[in-house]
Every structure is written in structure tokens, then in C-alpha cells.
């Protein structure tokens, strides 16, 4: 008899056999499980992303508000600055034309007292000088008579 190298005979169809059984139960207790499981985190993950994607943009729309929020509370700063700069020269203003014009009236005031006194002084002077002349007159006369 002649053996070829590969005989076929009934342990080869039992291998098979064997062989598609093992596959078989792979699939189903192995395979199948761990690509649902693979599926589940897949889905899971890709949810976890959609959820930090939306996180991401919240927070951008956050940060935007709280710039416009920032810019506008430093313009309202800037306005109530200005104001009060505004306000403040015009009290300064207001305070120096006062003082101003108080210092005036104390200077014509003053000027006033001074000329008053001047002319009192002056009145006192034209009387002493009118006495000293008829004292000067009275010697005169009296030296002569």
C-alpha cells in the first residue's frame, strides 16, 4: 500500500469538527462580549467627548461674558472718572473764583480802611497844621504888637 504524505481519514473530520466547535465557543463567550464591551466604552467615551465638547464651548461663552462684563464695568470706571475729574475741576474752578473774588472785596475793602484812614489823618493834619498856624500867627502878632 501506498501512504501519501496527508492521509485523510475520520481524526481529521473530528479536528474540524473540534476546530469549529472552539470557534464557535470563542466567538460566543470571547469574542462577541469583548466587542460589545469595546462597543459600550466606544460609545461611552465618544459621549464623554460630546459632554467636554460641550463643557468647552459653555465655558468659552462663559469667558466671553465675563470679558464683555469686564469691558464694560472698565468703561463705566472710565466714565465715573472722568466725571468726577470733570466735577472736581469745576469745583476748583468754583473754589478759586471764590476765593477770588472774596480776596478782592478784602482788598477794596482794605483799601477803603486805608484811604478812611488817610483821609482822617490827613483831616487831623489839616487841624494841627490850621493850629500850629495861629499859634505861629499869635506869636507873630503878639511879638509885633
Not at 462663559?62 to 464694560?72: P, R, S, T
Not at 472698565?74 to 466714565?79: D, G, I, L, V
Amino acid at each position: 500500500m501506498t501512504e501519501s504524505i496527508v492521509s485523510i481519514d475520520w481524526t481529521l473530520v473530528v479536528q474540524a469538527v473540534n476546530f469549529l466547535v472552539f470557534m464557535y465557543l470563542i466567538n460566543k463567550f470571547l469574542f462577541q462580549p469583548l466587542l460589545s464591551l469595546m462597543e459600550e466604552r466606544e460609545a461611552e467615551l465618544r459621549g464623554i467627548y460630546s459632554e467636554a465638547e460641550a463643557l468647552r464651548e459653555k465655558a468659552n461663552s462663559i469667558l466671553k461674558e465675563v470679558e464683555e462684563l469686564l469691558n464694560k464695568a472698565k468703561e463705566e470706571a472710565k466714565t465715573k472718572i472722568d466725571a468726577a475729574v470733570k466735577e472736581a475741576r469745576e469745583e476748583r474752578e468754583r473754589i478759586i473764583s471764590e476765593a477770588q473774588r472774596l480776596a478782592s472785596q478784602k482788598v477794596e475793602k482794605a483799601k477803603g480802611e486805608i484811604w478812611k484812614s488817610f483821609e482822617e489823618e490827613k483831616e487831623k493834619l489839616e487841624r494841627e497844621a490850621e493850629k500850629i498856624a495861629q499859634e505861629i500867627v499869635k506869636k507873630i502878632l503878639g511879638k509885633a504888637a
